[in-house]
């Protein structure tokens, strides 16, 4: 078996490899992402990062497959289907990043790949026992939540893809906490696997960190989420269930409380939820003047935070967690209502966009 140390290794040098690849390849074929409205770069950027991130982490996984005979007969069905299914949802993001996709065509696309890994042998929690309520039967309905947990995760990663390096920040503390809590429970695979996709976003982010040389485009945050989603879900079975279910929330924490403020916003406003706006959690802390690398960095002190509570949850720390929890929540809350006063840093912020929205108020 790869040790786990030489697997995030293999993972970040395949990343540092193959994006330099993917941004002359993206500068060949003109995939770029020029500025515009929504945007909050000032030049145009390749925009084919998922494409290293894809190539990155099955190479990684194809050698734990050959090297690796922990992985058994049930275990490689369900990996064969995470890669069927992650394989047509990055083509989707590759279209996406070209040509452009209308919302709800990718919707359907991410419901169809959720169900893949369902036809390969992918666990369903039919039964699920939660504290102070018992054991709820979801019966069919175990599909459906599955279904519904890979989209809600694949639309997670992609909403925080609004920053330089803020998606793959995430999924880079977010999957180390992952490999952490299936390591708990002796999941050799889903660990592995999660350790390859922290090596992969670690390796990305030196690319795509600010000021970023490459974005990873749809292909690349849907595939992350996809990875996330699949992999936690997978990990539902060999936990008691509400530890299961928290542990994934707690590390996406940050951005699934930035998706559900989009969803809350827009229908409010009589809105479609598909249609993007200037409304998220990085968008608001770019309006009170913080340049973009000061934003991220807030946003993933947040993220950490809530990666932290994870870790105290599963230590069985639950009211040390709670209390983490009220605090990033507090602190979320605060920049979703705009309840602060920060000084202006304009005169050094590369963010017109934050000057604008200072000026105006001034």
Not at 60 to 79: A, P, T
Not at 115 to 127: E, K, Q, R, T
Not at 292 to 301: D, G, K, M, N, W
Not at 327 to 353: A, D, H, Q
Request: charge should be positive; include cysteine; aromatic fraction near 14%.
């Amino acid at each position: 078996m790869i040790p786990y140390l030489l697997t995030f290794f293999l993972a970040t040098v395949f990343a540092l490899f193959l994006t330099p690849v993917a941004i002359k390849l993206a500068a060949k074929w003109g995939i770029m992402d020029y500025p515009g409205e929504r945007r909050v770069h000032e030049r145009p950027v390749p925009r084919l990062g998922g494409l290293a991130i894809y190539l990155s982490f099955w190479l990684v996984v194809l050698l734990q497959i050959v090297y690796n005979r922990d992985f058994n007969s049930d275990g490689f069905r369900v990996i064969l289907g995470l890669f069927v299914g992650s394989t047509v949802l990055f083509a989707v993001g590759i279209v996406d990043d070209i040509k452009g996709v209308r919302p709800r065509y990718k919707f359907w696309w991410q419901l169809v790949t959720a169900i893949i890994p369902l036809l390969f042998g992918l666990p369903v929690p039919f039964d699920i026992t939660l504290p102070l309520i018992g054991t709820i039967h979801f019966g069919f309905f175990g599909y459906l939540f599955v279904v519904l947990w890979i989209v809600g995760l694949v639309n997670t990663v992609n909403i925080s893809d609004g920053l330089d390096g803020l998606a793959a920040g995430i999924c880079f503390f977010a999957s180390l906490i992952l490999f952490w809590s299936a390591r708990q429970i002796e999941m050799v695979t889903a660990s592995l696997m999660m350790l390859t996709l922290a090596g992969v976003a670690f390796g990305f982010l030196f690319f795509n960190f600010n000021p970023a040389k490459i974005f990873m485009g749809d292909s690349g945050s849907m595939f992350l989420g996809y990875i996330i989603g699949v992999v936690s879900i997978w990990g539902l079975l060999k936990t008691p269930a509400v530890i299961g279910l928290v542990i994934p929330l707690l590390v996406m924490g940050m951005p699934i409380v930035d998706l559900v403020f989009a969803i809350i916003r827009r229908k409010w406003k009589g809105l479609s939820i598909a249609r993007a706006d200037r409304g998220h959690l990085h968008h608001r802390l770019l309006d009170v003047g913080l340049t973009q690398r000061q934003a991220v960095l807030v946003l993933y002190s947040i993220s950490i935070g809530f990666c932290l509570s994870a870790v105290l949850y599963e230590c069985g720390l639950w009211y040390l967690a709670l209390i983490l929890v009220g605090i990033n929540l507090v602190i979320l809350s605060t920049i979703v209502l705009r309840k602060f006063n920060l000084p202006y840093i304009g005169r050094k912020s590369k963010s017109k966009i934050g000057k604008k929205y200072y000026a105006q108020k001034r």
